[in-house]
């Protein structure tokens, strides 16, 4: 069944080489039960690594049936290692966080067959643990993890079972056990090729083998040599192994890997969490802080549209940067003329002149200083403010200077409570007023309470509260967008014609703005600061990547000896790059979920207690989950490449 011509095998030690094996030539018969034997460091261990593919001899020949395998690829051995042989350790190597059954499964998934796990529990009643198979290793004694081992080794009908010192672990009674086991194997058709050293387990061999410094020095038959079958059913199964058809069949499900992927996380509980833990910080961080940039951005806009449409703003004081009036210190005061000359512009739909400052207000007993300003009869149209109770001043007040306001609902609260404040009277700045209409509510922002205002005629402001002979600002509603480039242009030259404005110092004592200009600025404040914001918390994510790569390479050099079990079983180097590559994205999303969820609800605590506007979009939770799913591969694409990089012997080795 197995011939090999001429192995030779050297490792290099540090600066040294070490002749494992020296042209060594075998043929194993199908049937056989064949004992090699021999001191540390004779080559025996490396033989059997040889003949159950685990490693690729330096020079020499390696047939299996009549197909001979020095060239097949990785993958392909790994395939024939999965359907064709078996492996029993010396040191069991059960995985220790599934149970007997479980374990006795594993070569099923890479044979792509797990669908045929009764096969598995088959082969545990066979080797006498029907009452353990869902015990795990830590409960079960050494005999019987090894005959776990010994079941998995059979799950999948190999040709050729490997135990390398199946023994060397046990007691007398375990080791008169699995001996027991594997000549029944072998009575069954099944060729045994075990690596020992002891002899009162070699004499239960049909063949014995001894090697010295990588060389077989004595090969003895001990009974006669059963009837080779037909060397042309290793031909076949091979064939089968490699067709296209089986390749398809082995590839493992992605609920495989997941299933696998989980039971890992769940068997190193903290270790998991800690990981997961990073990302959930970095996700929530994102959340909170693009809500709050939304909420933000959103709240500037309905602020915006509160103040009206089409809205231009004429205000004293220069645009420039670096002063106001090239440093001059003086500033153009606004007449009424000015507002009738602007007043006259055909594109102009409305004009409110505008003063404004602060006033005590008083009612009864109640006190409250707000923002005080005087209008024109146009201010609710334009700043859309028309009264939601009561009604707002008229021309005629306006001319007489009446005492009359309309007050915003904070100011309404605060002097009346739940009170109708409509028709009493109440002291500004020590001034009678009566209350005529309260104005719609138009919320709060960080830096000021829009509904924090009390609203008088512009003259009553003028002449009997402030005491001013100018206006502030001049507010102007042109008929449509297009008209207000024109309308600024023409409202500057108005200015500059009645004010005598000769020089450019002097032309730059007024600015105009209009809502576009003011929208637009604030948006790319905001945007900046959400892009701030967001920057911050895109580091605390990437924070959360490290941790997940550093977790996972401890996983992978913790997992060394597993690693080694699930290549020597048949696993690939892209089954175990994908499975440690699937933890890691998988701990990274389920970090990105309770971010986003811990996120949403930090959101939800901005807006109760510190009253800002917040809001979490769809974009953002998507922006988040895509952000950790990256992490999760790109992090933890090094580890998986560590992992699936291993030396199967070498891993099998690791302590």
Do not use: C
């Not at 023994?167 to 027991?180: A, F, V, W």
């Not at 690596?195 to 060389?215: F, P, Q, S, Y």
């Not at 988040?624 to 012997?649: E, H, K, Y």
């Amino acid at each position: 069944m197995i011939e090999l011509k001429n192995i030779s095998k050297t490792y290099q030690m540090g600066e040294a080489k070490v002749e494992a094996l020296s042209d060594v030539s075998l043929k194993v018969s199908s049937g056989e039960f064949l004992a090699i034997m021999g001191p540390s460091g004779s080559g025996k261990s490396t033989l059997m690594h040889i003949l159950g593919l685990l490693d690729r001899p330096d020079s020499g020949e390696y047939y299996l049936g009549e197909k001979k395998l020095n060239n097949f690829a990785d993958n392909e051995l790994a395939a024939i290692r999965n359907r064709l042989i078996g492996f029993v350790f010396q040191q069991f190597h059960l995985l220790p966080r599934m149970t007997a059954l479980e374990n006795a499964e594993l070569p099923l998934i890479y044979a792509g067959k797990r669908h045929l796990k009764e096969r598995a529990k088959q082969r545990i009643e066979e080797v006498g643990l029907s009452a353990r198979m869902n015990h795990r290793p830590n409960e079960l004694s050494g005999g019987q993890q090894q005959r776990v081992a010994i079941a998995r080794s059979l799950v999948n009908e190999p040709l050729i079972i490997f135990a390398d010192e199946p023994t060397g672990n046990l007691d007398s009674k375990s080791k008169e056990e699995i001996i027991s086991i594997l000549k029944t194997l072998n009575e069954k058709g099944k060729t045994i090729i075990m690596v020992t050293h002891e002899n009162e387990m070699a004499v239960h061999a049909k063949r014995v083998i001894r090697m010295l410094d990588g060389k077989i020095v004595s090969d003895t038959k001990q009974t006669p040599t059963p009837k080779p079958q037909e060397e042309a059913q290793a031909d076949k199964l091979i064939d089968e192994v490699l067709s296209k058809h089986e390749k398809k069949a082995r590839e493992i499900q992605f609920f495989e890997y997941l299933l696998q992927a989980g039971q890992s996380m769940l068997s190193h509980k903290m270790r998991s969490f800690l990981s997961i833990l990073g990302i959930l910080i970095g996700v929530a961080a994102v959340i909170a802080m693009l809500a709050v940039g939304t909420g933000a951005k959103e709240s500037i806009e309905k602020q915006l549209s509160s103040l009206g449409s089409n809205l231009i703003l004429v205000m004293p004081g220069s645009s420039r940067i670096h002063g106001i009036a090239g440093g001059a210190g003086t500033v153009t005061r606004f007449t009424f003329q000015d507002v009738a000359a602007i007043e006259k512009l055909p594109e102009v739909k409305r004009v409110s002149p505008s003063v404004s400052g602060r006033g005590q207000l008083v009612y009864g007993s109640n006190n409250w200083s707000t923002q005080v300003e005087g209008d024109g009869v146009n201010y609710a149209e334009i700043r859309a403010a028309t009264p939601i109770e009561g009604r707002f001043f008229t021309e005629e007040e306006v001319k007489r200077r009446d005492k009359v306001a309309v007050l915003g609902m904070t100011v309404v609260k605060q002097l009346f409570g739940d009170a109708n404040p409509i028709g009493e009277t109440i002291k500004i700045n020590l001034i009678n007023f009566k209350v005529i209409g309260i104005l719609p509510v138009k919320g709060a922002t960080g830096f000021r309470d829009q509904d924090d205002i009390a609203i008088i005629p512009v003259t009553t402001a003028m002449y009997r509260v402030f005491g001013k002979d100018y206006l502030d600002s001049i507010s102007v509603e042109a008929t449509s967008p297009d008209a207000i480039a024109k309308i600024q242009d023409d409202i500057s030259n108005i200015i500059i014609k009645q004010h005598h404005l000769v020089t450019k110092d002097e032309q730059d004592t007024f600015q105009i703005r209009n809502m576009a200009d003011i929208k637009n600025t604030l948006e790319a404040t905001t945007k900046t600061m959400s892009l701030l914001l967001g920057a911050i918390a895109a580091i605390s994510l990437l924070v959360g990547g490290i941790g997940i790569m550093n977790i996972m390479l401890v996983s992978v050099t913790e997992r060394t000896r597993e690693i080694g079990l699930r290549k020597a079983i048949g696993a690939t180097n892209k089954d175990i790059m994908t499975q440690f590559l699937i933890e890691s994205v998988l701990m990274a999303f389920l970090g990105g979920i309770s971010g986003i969820l811990l996120g949403s609800s930090i959101a939800l605590l901005i807006t109760v207690f510190a009253g800002w506007p917040v809001r979490v979009e769809t974009s953002s939770v998507i922006l988040a989950t895509t952000f950790s799913l990256v992490v999760g591969i790109v992090f933890g694409l090094w580890p998986a490449r560590q992992a699936s990089n291993l030396d199967p012997i070498e891993a099998l080795r690791y302590e």
